[in-house]
């Protein structure tokens, strides 16, 4: 059975960081990709960074760039979020999720299609 497993969310104050971790379990294979999508409260889910499998590569959207940054620990099955200069808005549920389809990262998060899903971490950021 596939699991996706986050945590590493919590409570911080704006101009913190924060470092999202997702464990992978029960996959197959390991050229699955992962996203990080998070969902603020009233508004629709949103991508946020995701890796390759096969070769590691990333993606974020431009709106996003330069604060978030995602990394994979393959020997772990582990992928994680990384977050710094936290915002007020970042306030939201962060999922990782698992697209198993051979194509680029950025087509399941921008489709926000994906295979499987963790059960989110609430981050909360304070002013």
């Known amino acids: 059975e596939v699991q996706l497993r986050e945590s590493g969310g919590g409570s911080v104050q704006a101009g913190g960081s924060l470092r999202l971790s997702c464990a992978a379990s029960?996959?197959?294979?390991?050229?699955?990709?992962i996203g990080w999508i998070r969902q603020a409260p009233g508004k629709e889910r949103e991508g946020v960074a995701c890796?390759?499998?096969?070769?590691?590569?990333?993606y974020y959207p431009d709106s996003l760039k330069g604060r978030f940054s995602i990394s994979r620990e393959s020997a772990r099955d582990t992928v994680y979020l990384s977050i710094d200069s936290l915002k007020p808005e970042d306030t939201a549920v962060y999922y990782c999720?698992?697209?198993?389809?051979?194509?680029?990262?950025?087509?399941?998060?921008?489709?926000?299609?994906?295979?499987?899903w963790g059960q989110g971490t609430q981050v909360t950021v304070s002013s």
């Open positions: 999720a698992a697209d198993i389809w051979p194509r680029h990262c950025y087509q399941a998060l921008a489709l926000n299609e994906y295979h499987y």
């Open positions: 029960g996959f197959t294979r390991d050229d699955y990709n």
């Open positions: 890796i390759n499998g096969r070769d590691g590569s990333t």
